[in-house]
T-cell receptor, first 115, second 116 residues
């Protein structure tokens, strides 16, 4: 069974500073990893994914994530945070190649960017 | 792009009544739909996986008689919370996928259920 851990409930960062939201995963086969963002009372918006290829994945809104197989991590990063980035971020892992395979989410990390 | 519509976005009901939430894929055929429940303070829990034309597969600990899931067509899945109680109050989110490679799941905007 696959699982995801997001060790931080909340991350605070000043606007303009770099941000990192941590994620580690566990899966028996090849990992298919995703980051989603959720704004209040809304569904989830896709940010980026790692399926195969380069370990550094670039996504929407200037976000990127680095896949590290040895550390089983997939941390989300952004070089310069914006106040509008404040939201709830979810890391997710899928144990299979197809999007009809189960997608399991972490507990989420609330990002607060201060002006 | 792919769009998933979820309805209603908010519903308030009395304890003991049943509530139906619809999840529709508007511009694609969803062979698989997933239902998630989001508890206060963040966590997003997978409740069940439904494949068109077959019975839903429920995750451990989810009561199948309480949360009835139907996926009668390739564009519609429904979640019915039967005999709702205040502890069923939550944010329910659906997502839809197709067997077409490593495409990203599309999520609905969620339905907030409040049981009085």
């Amino acid at each position: 069974a696959q699982s995801v851990a997001q060790p931080e409930d909340q991350v605070n960062v000043a606007e303009g500073n770099p941000l990192t939201v941590k994620c580690t995963y566990s899966v028996s086969g090849n990992p298919y990893l995703f980051w989603y963002v959720q704004y209040p009372n809304r569904g989830l918006q896709f940010l980026l994914k790692y399926i195969t290829g380069d370990n550094l994945v670039k996504g929407s809104y200037g976000f990127e994530a680095e896949f590290n197989k040895s550390q089983t991590s997939f941390h989300l990063k952004k070089p310069s945070a914006l106040v509008s980035d404040s939201a709830l971020y979810f890391c997710a892992v899928r144990g299979g190649y197809y999007n009809t395979d189960k997608l399991i989410f972490g507990t989420g990390t609330r990002l607060q960017v201060f002006p | 792009g792919a769009v998933v519509s979820q309805h209603p976005s908010r519903v308030i009901c009395k304890s003991g009544t049943s509530v139906k939430i619809e999840c529709r894929s508007l511009d694609f055929q969803a062979t698989t739909m997933f239902w998630y429940r989001q508890f206060p303070k963040q966590s997003l829990m997978l409740m069940a996986t439904s494949n068109e034309g077959s019975k839903a597969t429920y995750e451990q600990g989810v009561e199948k008689d309480k949360f009835l899931i139907n996926h009668a067509s390739l564009t519609l899945s429904t979640l019915t919370v039967t005999s709702a109680h205040p502890e069923d109050s939550s944010f329910y989110i659906c997502s839809a996928g197709t067997v077409s490679g490593a495409n990203v799941l599309t999520f609905g905007a969620g339905s907030r259920l409040t049981v009085l």
